[in-house]
């Protein structure tokens, strides 16, 4: 196994940031905090150019530029998915988020925020009853014998598991008698679920540290 | 009218919204559709807002020589460096080739990726000096931790690859998700459908105002 | 000097320096240890195999470069199984981080199977706006996107002559490393469109999506490196994924080790503390 480093400039600049994140690792250090200020402001510039082409630019302004042109009728004439002149609100409404620079004005952003929390508030009420309530509801309602003991043992299991877990969370009433120890059964259910949310979480961070010294190790140093 | 404006729209806003997901007819479809374009619209607005912020507290620390006023101006430098290229570059900034992409590329996934690589050391010094088993419960946790790590990597299996495939590790993992872990987060997820629901609702009504902070 | 007394001077650099070298050793020099898939794996991989040849897919990358090594193996995977099917794939991305990366993965893909952007497949970029996009591509697809990663008007390309939106799509795969993601698609999507789905997430989130796997709102799932791992072995690829597990396989052990070490190093001063 030999070395071939690369002869990208670009890669160079990538590990030695990359090392300079790692070398935190010692102890914090000015190459650290360089390297994670860099990353914050290239990131916030990042998002602000993203969302000015992507959604600014191709869903504001090309439509109402389009709808003013005079080629395409009228411009307050709406279809489903082409707002036209209509989109003059939306447009207002986000410049007026600006105002919370001036103390004195504030209040008006409330007015955008009130439009965001109404649609995103009612999207997630609808999307969680449907998918997270009902549907999971539905399908925790399922034969405790199958024709099969280990499958029938699994779906008893399963069914005291997922209503002892559920009475842990009513809160209502004080955890004794006959709830106090149905939650506590509950309690090592939602211990068991913890450790395998651990145990993944361990996964998913060392798949990362592997991702980046195959960088390290195959496209900048080119061992191989 | 500063605050009852904003939450009779929040209202109005979001039961259209919950009467959308009912009625497919086009008096409600489309007036829903403009909602949502409208939102994302503002969302891109608020985007913008967020880094102009940014800017603006670092201009501050910068001009007033507040402790780290140097790292600050590293800050600003790549902001303004990123903003400017993008929009100079127009609406092929992310093509190959460019310099926007360069900056991505190089600068911030290199940077991003190193950022989370770090933890994977952390929680080794974590699992050694902070995981500690003293309660039944903690042990539960631990046992069912160390049987799906090993069970989910290929190490585990040879490990255990004389057992009789019930006793093997990773059959024990796929039935510790399937079964006990299946059932303790469904009981989660529908715990919190309901405070969704709640919340979504009490919003809705204008019973929480929490997102109208600040002094009238 | 006791086991307790010396876990407890032990510098905690070292055990980066151990961890260093369990991940650095057999990346250079594998042990080559089998994979076999789990039945999620395999649940997913059927899907798209069950697929008409001709199909049109919807792909929602929504992951960005912090957790690139366990989700690009998967979208690079899924494309080719996908090419292999002659499937037309769509591709949005909603994860902000994400628009460029997805883009490379794309194309370097595509150019490997000979597939052409615009009539094969065609990356439709980012949009912001989360759960409202998703909903919004139920109305129209080209209507939320219309201009695609290159800043081509989407309503010019053949590949979008046939889609409108869900109902013009045979399968949704959902790959995502958080907010806004499958769990978002399977609340907004699959309830109100019923389309089918099936998902890569990184294995933070693979625990808390196996209810919707049990009820069928998701089809099957790839969880984190090792869900990757196994699908590019189901699919005879060894791909950066399969690359990693050895490395993974050693940092686990050495995990398992960390935890079993430091509690008996507790329970050993504390039975000094006791006697």
Avoid at chain 2, 44 to 72: D, H, S
Wanted: hydrophobic content about 50%; some cysteine.
């Amino acid at each position: 196994m030999s070395p071939h480093p690369s002869p990208d400039l670009g890669v160079w600049v990538a590990a030695a940031l990359t090392l300079c994140i790692f070398s935190f690792l010692y102890k914090e250090n000015p190459f650290y905090r360089f390297a994670e200020h860099l990353f914050v402001g290239v990131s916030a510039g990042y998002y602000i150019v993203l969302n000015f082409w992507t959604v600014l630019v191709a869903n504001l302004w090309d439509p109402l530029a389009g709808a003013f042109d005079g080629r395409q009728g009228s411009p307050f004439a709406v279809h489903l998915g082409d707002y036209r002149a209509f989109l003059l609100l939306p447009a207002l409404l986000g410049l007026l988020l600006f105002s919370r620079f001036l103390p004195r004005y504030a209040w008006v952003a409330r007015w955008s925020l009130a439009v965001i929390i109404g649609v995103y508030a009612g999207l997630k009420t609808t999307g969680f009853a449907q998918s997270d309530f009902v549907a999971q509801v539905h399908g925790s309602i399922q034969p405790l014998w199958t024709g099969h003991w280990g499958s029938s043992i699994n779906a008893w299991i399963f069914t005291i598991g997922l209503v002892t877990s559920l009475l842990f969370f009513y809160f209502s009433r004080e955890h004794n008698g006959a709830l106090g120890s149905a939650s506590r059964v509950g309690v090592f259910f939602l211990m068991v679920s913890f450790g395998a949310g651990y145990g993944y979480t361990v996964m998913s961070r060392i798949s990362l540290l592997i991702g980046r010294f195959q960088f390290l190790l195959f496209d900048w140093l080119g061992l191989r | 009218m500063k605050r009852e404006i904003p939450l009779f729209v929040t209202a109005a806003v979001g039961l259209f919204m919950i009467l959308s997901f009912f009625v497919p007819h086009q008096a409600v479809s489309v007036p829903a559709d403009f909602l949502q374009q409208s939102a994302i619209i503002i969302v891109a607005f608020g985007i913008v807002l967020g880094g102009a912020n940014l800017l603006r507290v670092n201009l501050e620390a910068v001009v007033r020589r507040q402790p780290g006023w140097t790292y600050k101006l590293v800050l600003i430098a790549g902001l303004v460096v990123t903003v400017a290229l993008g929009l100079i570059e127009g609406r092929d900034f992310q093509a190959a080739g460019t310099r926007s992409t360069w900056i991505y590329d190089q600068v911030y996934s290199s940077m991003s990726s190193a950022m989370f690589a770090l933890l994977a050391f952390f929680i080794a010094s974590a699992a050694f000096r902070a995981f500690r088993i003293r309660t039944t419960e903690a042990a539960l946790l631990a046992v069912a931790a160390l049987i799906v790590m090993m069970g989910r990597v290929p190490l585990g299996g040879v490990l255990t690859a004389g057992l009789p495939h019930e006793l093997r590790i990773e059959t024990l993992a796929q039935w510790i998700l399937d079964v006990p872990q299946n059932a303790a987060n469904r009981a989660i997820l529908i715990g919190a459908a309901l405070g969704v629901m709640a919340t979504g609702l009490r919003v809705i009504l204008g019973i929480e105002r929490s997102y109208l902070s600040g002094e009238d | 000097m006791s086991l307790a007394a010396f876990f407890e001077r032990l510098d905690r650099r070292w055990i980066y320096v151990i961890m260093a070298l369990l991940v650095l050793v057999p990346l250079l020099w594998p042990l080559n240890l089998p994979l076999e898939a789990s039945p999620p794996v395999r649940a997913y991989h059927d899907a798209i195999a069950a697929l008409p040849p001709g199909s049109t897919v919807l792909m929602s990358c929504d992951f960005d470069p912090a957790s690139r090594p366990e989700l690009e193996p998967m979208t690079r995977t899924t494309l080719r199984q996908l090419f292999r099917k002659h499937c037309k794939v769509v591709v949005v991305v909603l994860y902000p981080g994400g628009a460029r990366l997805v883009d490379g993965i794309v194309q370097d893909v595509a150019r490997e199977n000979r597939q052409v952007d615009g009539v094969d497949y065609v990356n439709l970029g980012y949009k912001a706006g989360n759960e409202a996009v998703m909903v919004l591509m139920g109305q129209s697809i080209a209507g939320t996107f219309p201009r695609d990663h290159s800043g081509r008007d989407v309503t010019g390309l053949p590949i979008m002559q046939s889609v409108r939106n869900y109902s013009s799509c045979a399968l949704l795969v959902s790959l995502s490393v958080g907010y806004p993601g499958t769990k978002e698609y399977v609340q907004q999507v699959q309830g109100r469109f019923h389309i089918p789905i099936i998902s890569g997430v990184t294995a933070v989130s693979a625990p808390t999506l196996y209810p919707y796997l049990q009820t069928g709102q998701l089809s099957g799932m790839l969880g984190g490196m090792a869900g990757a791992a196994e699908y590019e072995d189901l699919r005879l690829e060894r791909g950066m994924a399969s690359r990693g597990m050895d490395a993974q396989s050693l940092a686990h052990l050495f995990i398992a080790l960390c935890i079993v070490l430091g509690n008996l190093a507790q329970w050993e001063r504390k039975r000094k503390e006791a006697a």
